[in-house]
């Protein structure tokens, strides 16, 4: 399918859409344009025609307008909808801080977000090198890897504690206990 839409018209878009805070991306189902050449690097850089987008206040403006829908990434507007790439999360936790209530989480495009129920913290162990991939829900159904200064920060947080019937390494936060290695398998 041929793209008609352009990163420029996205973000006139976009622009527009988000004067009064985040656009209600969930309420729009705006016909598929197909595919556009845009891309999300797991370090949370973003790429157009293949170049870094260099323009912070263009990758907050476009990260406004991001949609998950199963397994798929999508830049929306009311009238327009396309595909873009994304290697794993749309977003990088690069900061937290303790605050009352819990760890509040920063990410790459400015957006907070107090780890709790609604912004569970969840790691995933590769299975051939057991490396973590930590992630911390940010907005929507949109996630932020956890990134490795920040993942080693929390770790210094966490404490031990029953989940599941068996103890768990982990950290809390919003009245919850986000589990991240079960005990018997710490160093």
Same mark, same amino acid.
């Given at each position: 399918?041929?793209?008609?839409?352009?990163?420029?018209?996205?973000?006139?878009?976009?622009?527009?859409?988000?004067?009064?805070?985040?656009?209600?991306?969930?309420?729009?189902?705006?016909?598929?344009?197909?595919?556009?050449?845009?891309?999300?690097?797991?370090?949370?850089?973003?790429?157009?025609?293949?170049?870094?987008?260099?323009?912070?206040? !263009?990758? %907050?403006?476009?990260?406004?307008? =991001?949609?998950?829908?199963?397994?798929? +990434?999508? #830049? $929306?507007?009311?009238? /327009?909808?396309?595909?873009?790439?994304?290697?794993?999360?749309?977003?990088?936790?690069?900061?937290?801080?303790?605050?009352?209530?819990?760890?509040?989480?920063?990410?790459?495009?400015?957006?907070?977000?107090?780890?709790?129920?609604?912004?569970?913290?969840?790691?995933?162990?590769?299975?051939?090198?057991?490396?973590?991939?930590?992630?911390? !829900?940010? %907005?929507?159904?949109?996630?932020? =890897?956890?990134?490795?200064?920040?993942? +080693?920060? #929390? $770790?210094?947080?966490? /404490?031990?504690?029953?989940?599941?019937?068996?103890?768990?390494?982990?950290?809390?936060?919003?009245?919850?206990?986000?589990?991240?290695?079960?005990?018997?398998?710490?160093?």
């Amino acid at each position: 399918m041929d793209v008609k839409v352009s990163a420029d018209s996205l973000a006139k878009s976009a622009s527009a859409a988000s004067k009064k805070g985040l656009p209600p991306v969930e309420k729009w189902n705006p016909p598929f344009c197909g595919d556009l050449d845009m891309r999300i690097a797991r370090d949370g850089t973003w790429f157009y025609l293949g170049t870094p987008i260099g323009r912070a206040e !263009l990758v %907050r403006l476009f990260s406004t307008i =991001l949609k998950k829908e199963g397994d798929d +990434y999508f #830049l $929306v507007t009311p009238v /327009e909808k396309v595909g873009i790439t994304v290697e794993d999360a749309p977003f990088v936790a690069v900061d937290f801080e303790p605050v009352e209530g819990g760890l509040e989480f920063l990410t790459n495009v400015g957006d907070k977000a107090v780890a709790g129920p609604d912004h569970p913290i969840r790691v995933v162990r590769d299975p051939e090198t057991g490396e973590p991939s930590p992630y911390v !829900l940010i %907005r929507r159904n949109l996630e932020a =890897l956890i990134d490795r200064k920040s993942f +080693y920060r #929390l $770790v210094e947080e966490g /404490e031990t504690a029953e989940h599941d019937g068996a103890d768990w390494f982990g950290v809390r936060s919003g009245g919850q206990f986000f589990p991240i290695i079960p005990a018997a398998d710490l160093p």
